[in-house]
T-cell receptor, first 113, second 115 residues
Framework: ETGVTQTPRHLVMGMTNKKSLKCEQH?????MYWYKQSAKKPLELMFVYNFKEQTENNSVPSRFSPECPNSSHLFLHLHTLQPEDSALYLCASSQGQGPYEQYFGPGTRLTVT | GENVEQHPSTLSVQEGDSAVIKCTYS??????FPWYKQELGKRPQLIID?????GEKKDQRIAVTLNKTAKHFSLHITETQPEDSAVYFC??????????????FGRGTQLTVWP
């Protein structure tokens, strides 16, 4: 698959579990993003990475921990989540950190039980 | 920070009619305004964007207008078709400053086009 891929597509986890979401982009982009999409809310930016360096943390709780080992891969490590963290988590990438088109992945539908 | 308001939240039109979605923003430093379309169960995709040095941009049946003085921008879809049914998100961002690269999204508009 080309573009931006995300795995898994669906995830159900208990509040005490630890899991990770993975995002990979095949576009040669330098910036990657994590967004949270909840029903009837705007897309919420969580983290921004530019050239593997985290450039923004939008006051995200520490139970979400991002990792960007290189410009093509982005992870979101999850632990001790709350039911209100259930949402669609979207990864995106762009040419650089700026007003460039952001290419979104298909998302991971997360349910916390 | 930037605050983007989007209206209406839902919009139903008959096939062939026009649809207009409006957004306002608060930060005068914003100079990049993209629109994303998200079909049911799919990822958001950019459909058109406009930068603050132009007032209007068209691409076939869609157009976006920008009024920097009033801090609002609008998406216009003409000759709507059922496949235009989706959620549309507006966003605002800037080239420079502390929020470089960050897009602020509106809450979305669910557009339904009836055949």
């Amino acid at each position: 698959e080309t573009g931006v891929t995300q795995t898994p597509r669906h995830l159900v986890m208990g509040m005490t579990n630890k899991k990770s979401l993975k995002c990979e982009q095949h576009l040669g982009h330098n910036a990657m993003y994590w967004y949270k999409q909840s029903a009837k809310k705007p897309l919420e930016l969580m983290f921004v990475y530019n050239f593997k360096e985290q450039t923004e943390n939008n006051s995200v709780p520490s139970r979400f921990s991002p990792e960007c080992p290189n410009s093509s891969h982005l992870f979101l490590h999850l632990h001790t989540l709350q039911p209100e963290d259930s949402a669609l988590y979207l990864c995106a990438s762009s040419q650089g950190q700026g007003p460039y088109e952001q290419y979104f992945g298909p998302g991971t539908r997360l349910t916390v039980t | 920070g930037e605050n983007v308001e989007q209206h209406p939240s839902t919009l139903s039109v008959q096939e062939g009619d026009s649809a207009v979605i409006k957004c306002t923003y608060s930060d005068s430093a914003s100079n990049y305004f993209p629109w994303y379309k998200q079909e049911l169960g799919k990822r958001p995709q950019l459909i058109i964007d406009i930068r603050s040095n132009v007032g209007e941009k068209k691409d076939q049946r869609i157009a976006v207008t920008l009024n920097k003085t009033a801090k609002h921008f609008s998406l216009h879809i003409t000759e709507t078709q059922p496949e235009d049914s989706a959620v549309y998100f507006c966003a605002a961002g800037s080239w420079g400053g502390s929020t470089l690269g960050r897009l602020y999204f509106g809450r979305g508009t669910q557009l339904t086009v009836w055949p």
